[in-house]
């Protein structure tokens, strides 16, 4: 069976936009696993043959399903454990672990609030009712509220990541000097605030740009790539 990962897609559907689906996407990569990608919106989750997961990435190999992209990268170390680690053991894997939690916690709300009407605009039709309804529930105000002000607001984003800005001065990577799943988690924020959105969110010398382009030309991502 042909290795397929699901992933959302936008209006346009060459845009995969989801942080999690760009995380299950470097995470193949990382392991250099061949993989076909199938383009769904929102609403047509609920369709996908062969799972009942309500969110994807959902990745089918072996005639199986697999989704969240944590369980997927735990799923490829152990499945392809002669490949390059992703999250490793003992205090790799504590590394990675807090790193997730502090991405899917901070970074990825932070990030929503700075572009989320513009994910809003990108997404086909039959997905922005479902999008603006369940976000505006989610954050207790309409996606133009939410979004209103970024131009003030992102240096506070921007000063809220000095300790991984400081980690990225002393060494090339989160994960040290070659890439991890910590790399890829947080990656996947970014990029996905690239794919979504013209704004902004980091100064070009930022270290965090340097590296996100660092890891850009390492997985040989084809999508925006300079901040």
Known sequence: MTRQLYELCGA??????????WRTRLSLAHKDLPFETVPVLFTEIPDIAGSDSPTVPILFEADMSR???????????????DRSSLIGEGAAASLARFVDNYNN?????????????DIHD???PADQTYFRESREKRFGRSLEDIQAGRDERVTQFR????????????????????????D???????????????????ETDD????WFDRMTR??????????
Do not use: H, N
Not at 67 to 81: F, R, V
Not at 164 to 175: D, G, H, V
Not at 218 to 227: G, I, K, L
């Open 12 to 21: 346009d559907k060459t845009v995969r936009f989801s942080p999690y689906c």
């Open 67 to 81: 989704s969240d992209s944590w369980a997927i990268a735990t799923y490829l170390d152990e499945t392809y454990a």
């Open 105 to 117: 916690t901070l970074l990825v709300p932070g990030v929503a609030q700075l572009i989320i009407l």
């Open 122 to 124: 990108m997404l086909d």
């Open 159 to 182: 000063s809220s990541l000095v300790a991984l800005r400081r980690t990225l001065e002393q060494q090339m990577y989160i994960s040290g000097d070659d890439p991890a799943y910590a």
């Open 184 to 202: 890829i988690s947080v990656y996947g924020t970014l990029q996905w605030a690239r794919c979504c959105s013209s704004f902004q969110l980091l």
């Open 207 to 210: 270290p965090i740009a340097l």
């Open 218 to 227: 390492r997985y040989d991502v084809q999508a925006q790539t300079a901040w």
